[in-house]
């Protein structure tokens, strides 16, 4: 089926590790997209890619990082994690970059950083 | 600056209707998105309105004006499976996404 795969579904992890969110698309999307969702607010975008090779910065990018080697992948990274990354994230796709069309989501992964 | 406002909480009947709102500002617009988001999983894409007027698609329809800054997601012939929480996303100028914090529709029986 294709969609986006995000991994893990959910992690417990210890602040000041280093802990890296994968998320992979089989739709040939030329845009990704990282956010997190907290309660109370809306989503918010952490790093995007219009294309692969590219990336930028969102509305939340401090602390985090990512890469876009390829069409297919695009890993999130924490540095360093502490607790106000503990969120829920979410990969996202879409066939075009600046977000100009509809987003497909991946699952999200639940990070909780004690 | 950009804000964009939806009630928090809402509560329907099966088999009613019911119009969730959302209000927004901005400097710049391309556009305005509906998603559903079931409690655990992703949003999933229900609506995009660019002109005013009524956009139907089945059960739900989406209504824009672009003069009033002004929303709204009709959702016709409640169903159970229709509890959930409905995201509204403005796209400014830079065809940046700028999303309300949802509104959680709770369908009793």
């Known amino acids: 089926i294709a969609g986006i795969t995000q991994a893990p579904t959910s992690q417990i992890l210890a602040a000041g590790r280093r802990m890296t969110l994968r998320c992979t698309q089989d739709?040939?999307?030329?845009?990704m997209y990282w956010y997190r969702q907290d309660l109370g607010l809306g989503l918010r975008l952490i790093h995007y890619s219009n294309t692969a090779g590219t990336t930028g910065k969102g509305e939340v990018p401090d602390g985090y990082s990512v890469s876009r080697a390829n069409t297919d992948d695009f890993p999130l990274t924490l540095a360093s994690a502490v607790p106000s990354q503990t969120s829920v994230y979410f990969c996202?796709?879409?066939?075009?970059?600046?977000?100009?069309?509809?987003?497909?989501f991946g699952e999200g992964s639940r990070l909780t950083v004690l | 600056g950009q804000n964009i406002d939806q009630p928090t909480e809402m509560t329907a009947t099966e088999g009613a209707i019911v119009q969730i709102n959302c209000t927004y500002q901005?400097?710049?617009?391309?556009?305005l998105f509906w998603y559903q988001q079931h409690a655990g999983e992703a949003p999933t894409f229900l609506s995009y309105?660019?002109l005013d007027g009524l956009e139907e698609k089945g059960r739900f329809s989406s209504f824009l004006s672009r003069s009033k800054g002004y929303s709204y997601l009709l959702l016709k012939e409640l169903q159970m499976k229709d509890s959930a929480s409905y995201l509204c996303?403005?796209?400014?100028?830079?065809?940046?996404?700028?999303w309300g914090a949802g509104t959680k529709l709770i369908i009793k029986p």
């Open positions: 996202a796709s879409s066939r075009t970059g600046g977000q100009g069309g509809e987003l497909f």
């Open positions: 901005t400097s710049g617009f391309n556009g």
């Open positions: 309105n660019v």
């Open positions: 996303a403005l796209m400014d100028s830079n065809y940046q996404l700028i």
């Open positions: 739709m040939r999307h030329n845009a």
